[in-house]
């Protein structure tokens, strides 16, 4: 079983999950190993809310060179959680 603090990552901050805050999902960057379920308890045990769904990807490593020689970056997974309307999680609006 892995703990709550270890399953989250850090928050994904870029243009399309400012979009995805307004609608009250809010995107992570989780382990590897963990699933949906042991996401939604992560959210609610660490920003005390009640998530409503988890949707999960893992997101492909692109190709890049360094040096010349070809590579990839790391896969990840990307967890968007939703919570219901007036919960909010006070990390991501700055409180």
């Known amino acids: 079983m892995i703990a709550f603090e270890n399953i989250l990552i850090e928050p994904v901050l870029s243009e399309k999950a400012n979009l995805l805050r307004e609608e009250g999902k809010y995107v992570f960057k989780v382990d590897m190993r963990a699933n ?3 996401i939604k308890e ?3 045990a660490l920003f005390n809310v009640h998530p409503v769904s988890c949707n999960v990807m893992v997101v492909g490593g ?7 020689r070809p590579g990839r970056t790391a896969m990840w997974k990307k967890a968007i959680v939703r919570l219901p309307a007036g919960e909010k999680i006070g990390l991501f609006e700055g409180v």
């Open 36 to 38: 949906k379920f042991q």
């Open 42 to 44: 992560a959210v609610a």
């Open 62 to 68: 692109k190709p890049k060179r360094q040096r010349g």
